[in-house]
C-alpha cells in the first residue's frame, strides 16, 4: 500500500473513532443512551494502527472499551450507534449496548465486561483457525488490569504451547481503573517476563497510528515467521474517566497536567498534520466532513428507530 493511501486510511480510522465518542459525549447527558460508556479517546492510534494492519478476514476481540476496535475494524456507524441507544437495529438488538459489540461479518468476534474473559476465547479462535488451516490472525484487545488475571497468564502459555497464531495486545495506560501498576505488580516489567516464553515480544511508547500499524506488521509478519504468538504492549493515555464521558482530573488519582503532556502528542491532531504531505486542508476537511455526516446520520436513523419488543429478550439466549 503507498504511503499517501495508507495515512488517509489510519487518519479516516482514528478521526471516525474520535468525532463517534465526540457525539457520544455531546449526546449521553440526554439519557437516551441507557448503557455504560467506557471511552477510548485517546487510544485510537492502538486500534487504528493495528486493525489497519490486520486483513478483512482476521479476527479480534475486545474489552468493554470497544469502541475504538468495532469502528477500526468495521467503519460502520448505523448498527453501533443503534445499540448505543438500545434500538433493535443495534448490532446486539439494542441489548448488549456499549460494552457487548460484535460484527462478525467484519471478523470482530465479541467484546466482553468481564475483566479478562475474550482472551481465552482468543485462543480457541486462534486454535480452531490452525486446525482449519485458514491462515487467519486472532488479535485480542485488552488493558491494565487483564495482565493481573490468571487466565492472561494461562492463555499466554497455551498459546505459546500451541504455536497459535495469536497477537496479544496489551492496551497500557498505567492504570486498572484507578490504580496504578506499581501498586499491583510484584514485577517491574511485564515485557521482560513475557520474553522468557516462546513468544514474539514488541512494546512501544508511541501515539502514532502509522508507527503502531509498523509494528503490528512486524509483530504479525514474525507471528508467521516462527510459527509463534506475539505480544504487543503499546502505551496510551485515557483522557476521560474510566467510565463514563467526562474527565477526571480531579479525583485525585491522576492531574491535568499528566494529560497535558501527552495531549501534545495526541493521536489524531499527529495524524492529521501528516496528511499535510500529501492532501491540501480542503481535501482533509473534506474527508472530515464525510464521517462528519456518516457520524450525524446514524445517530438520527438510531434515534427515530424502535426498541425491541418484549419477546427479544427470549431470543438468541442459548442457556
Not at 437495529?89 to 467484546?111: F, P, Y
Not at 476465547?121 to 488475571?149: I, L, R
Not at 464521558?245 to 491535568?256: A, K, L, P, Q
Amino acid at each position: 500500500m503507498k504511503e499517501k493511501e495508507l495515512n488517509r486510511y489510519l487518519y479516516q480510522k482514528a478521526y471516525l473513532i474520535r468525532r463517534a465518542e465526540a457525539a457520544i459525549r455531546a449526546d449521553y447527558a440526554s439519557d437516551k443512551m441507557k448503557t455504560p460508556m467506557h471511552m477510548s479517546t485517546g487510544g485510537e492510534a492502538i486500534a487504528a494502527g493495528v486493525c489497519q494492519a490486520l486483513r478483512p478476514q482476521d479476527q479480534i476481540l475486545g474489552t468493554y472499551r470497544s469502541h475504538g476496535i468495532y469502528l477500526a475494524k468495521t467503519s460502520e456507524t448505523d448498527a453501533f450507534f443503534a445499540e448505543m441507544y438500545g434500538k433493535a437495529t443495534g448490532v446486539a438488538k439494542g441489548k448488549g449496548g456499549s460494552m457487548h459489540l460484535t460484527a462478525v461479518d467484519h471478523g470482530l468476534i465479541c467484546t466482553s465486561a468481564i475483566v479478562g474473559t475474550t482472551i481465552p476465547v482468543a485462543v480457541g479462535a486462534a486454535y480452531a483457525n490452525k486446525m482449519q488451516k485458514n491462515g487467519k490472525v486472532v488479535a485480542v484487545f485488552f488493558g491494565d488490569g487483564a495482565v493481573d488475571e490468571g487466565v492472561f497468564w494461562e492463555s499466554l502459555n497455551s498459546a505459546c504451547v500451541m504455536k497459535l497464531p495469536v497477537l496479544f495486545v496489551y492496551e497500557d495506560n498505567g492504570l486498572a481503573v484507578h490504580v496504578p501498576a506499581e501498586q499491583r505488580h510484584g514485577y517491574k516489567s511485564i515485557i521482560e517476563i513475557v520474553r522468557q516464553f516462546n513468544c514474539n515480544v514488541f512494546s512501544s511508547e508511541t501515539t502514532d497510528p502509522e508507527a503502531v500499524y509498523n509494528l503490528a506488521l512486524q509483530a504479525i509478519g514474525a507471528m508467521n515467521k516462527y510459527q509463534q504468538p506475539s505480544f504487543l504492549r503499546l502505551a496510551y493515555y485515557r483522557y476521560l474517566e474510566h467510565v463514563g464521558t467526562n474527565e477526571d482530573f480531579n479525583s485525585g488519582y491522576r492531574d491535568r497536567a499528566e494529560f497535558e503532556r501527552w495531549r501534545k502528542a495526541d493521536p489524531v491532531e499527529l495524524q492529521r498534520k501528516k496528511l499535510g504531505k500529501w492532501f491540501s486542508e480542503g481535501e482533509i476537511t473534506a474527508i472530515e466532513r464525510t464521517i462528519d455526516e456518516q457520524v450525524e446520520g446514524s445517530i438520527k436513523r438510531a434515534d427515530e428507530a424502535q426498541f425491541s419488543q418484549p419477546q427479544a429478550l427470549y431470543e438468541d439466549v442459548l442457556a
